[in-house]
């Protein structure tokens, strides 16, 4: 196994903070940007790099670790050759750029799509990869590789799920390729999707040998056990989404008179997975309506949901805001509803945190099955639209907030500050 060089001196050593860093989804904007806020409190003055995922690693692919019988070998071959590349000296000006990073901005992509950005988005994503490709052969990923060889501490932050594909086989090189060069990798801020089979036997083997594991739910914890971690190397956290500030009034005020959310409007975000056929929300819709409510179609994700909630807005003539504000402007918007019905976890964090009830509704993952295990003892039962009768299920829980509305927002009020207490366990 390969050694940290002798020459990455105690005085160049740093905190790495690996996160999503541009990304379309203001949930996982929330997660980074409290994250990196949350890792600079705690270390103080150590010098912190912040980074991405990993670029320059495109000619590692699941391909071959599909194709392997032992794929644990492949992840140790390649991570020991990109390790024996490791570079400690300073003086690299993209390496500067990382290390001075510390910033908490995340990029938020597709504010706004209409048929243009789509089709540029597209050519854009196309065009990076095929820029990837070419830098792979020139050793860019040098330049990164400097900073985790000088690291101490190296946190990856999920910012959202680790799911089945190359980007989480890429990122477990990176960390494989930290561990060998004797940083501290510190697993957080992440729920566990992964099927997989050999994709999830390097998850396990890679965070076995992880000094800290936190996880957002049960759940993902019961999934990374199959994988063989050991249960009791596992702790369990509300992700930094819950360290996100309620929005102030003038900030609900502004995107209230933007957005022209009146008293007695309902939030409903409905993910693209559980948003069709539109026709089975009719009797959701109707029974709000009778209520006298006014519904606007919502999502943390505009990129990813338009397809269906344009469905749904077109049947039933239910106005979607369509540009998607950063999280603390998102917040704003949900702060000024009655109450919200979300299949969308960090619609529903946001909600929470805002100390408007939320309604939840599963969508084709156990996110929100885990979230509300976390939160605790929140009334509200999350609905399966699986199952036959869930439409009556979530008319029933909609009456029950709107009956005990104040209730559940004092619940809410109470519970808050012992979320962020939690959730600063992402970063031990």
């Given amino acids: 196994m390969t050694t940290k060089p002798k020459n990455a001196v105690a005085s160049n050593m740093q905190v790495v903070v690996i996160t999503n860093l541009s990304t379309a989804n203001v949930g996982n904007q929330a997660i980074s940007e409290e994250f990196i806020s949350l890792v600079k409190n705690v270390h103080g003055d150590d010098h912190i790099a912040v980074m991405g995922r990993p670029g320059g690693l495109d000619a590692y692919s699941l391909a071959d670790i599909e194709s392997s019988d032992d794929p644990r070998g492949v992840l140790d071959g390649w991570a020991s050759h990109l390790a024996e590349m490791a570079v400690s000296s300073t003086g690299s000006h993209h390496e500067e750029s990382l290390a001075s990073g510390a910033n908490n901005h995340v990029a938020l992509r597709g504010a706004s799509l209409g048929g243009f950005a789509k089709l540029k988005k597209r050519i854009t994503h196309h065009a990076r990869l095929r820029y990837r490709r070419w830098i792979d052969k020139t050793g860019a990923y040098r330049d990164r590789l400097n900073s985790i060889s000088r690291a101490r501490i190296v946190y990856y932050s999920g910012a959202g799920e680790v799911r089945d594909g190359n980007v989480t086989l890429r990122q477990l090189l990176e960390l494989r390729i930290a561990q060998m060069l004797g940083a501290s990798v510190r697993i957080t801020n992440q729920g566990i999707l992964v099927k997989n089979k050999k994709l999830g036997d390097l998850l396990g083997y890679v965070y076995s040998q992880a000094d800290a594991i936190t996880l957002r739910g049960p759940l993902s914890k019961d999934r990374l056990v199959e994988f063989g971690v050991d ?64 519904i606007v179609l919502v999502t943390n994700q505009l990129s990813r949901d338009m397809k269906g909630l344009e469905a749904i807005s077109q049947m039933y003539d239910i106005r979607i ?108």
């Fill in 231 to 294: 249960a009791d190397q596992i702790e369990l956290a509300p992700d930094t989404g819950f360290l996100s500030e309620e929005a102030d009034e003038a900030t609900v005020n502004r995107v209230r008179a933007a957005e022209g959310i009146k008293p007695g409007t309902v939030a409903l975000a409905v993910p693209l997975a559980i948003s069709g056929p539109a026709e089975k929300w009719e009797p959701v819709i109707s029974h709000l309506r009778g209520m006298g409510k006014d």
């Fill in 321 to 428: 805001i369509d540009h998607q504000y950063d999280y603390r402007d998102y917040m704003g918007i949900l702060a000024g509803c009655d109450f919200i019905i979300s299949g969308r976890m960090h619609t529903n964090i946001f909600g929470l945190m805002s100390c408007v009830p939320v309604i939840p509704i599963e969508a084709d993952t156990f996110k929100l099955h885990d979230l509300f295990a976390m939160v605790g003892d929140y009334p509200i039962e999350v609905t399966d639209p699986g199952k036959p009768d869930w439409q009556q299920e979530l008319i029933s829980r909609i009456d029950m907030v709107e009956r005990d509305n104040a209730s559940l927002r004092d619940q809410m009020q109470a519970r808050r500050p012992e979320l962020r207490h939690e959730a600063l366990a992402n970063v031990n």
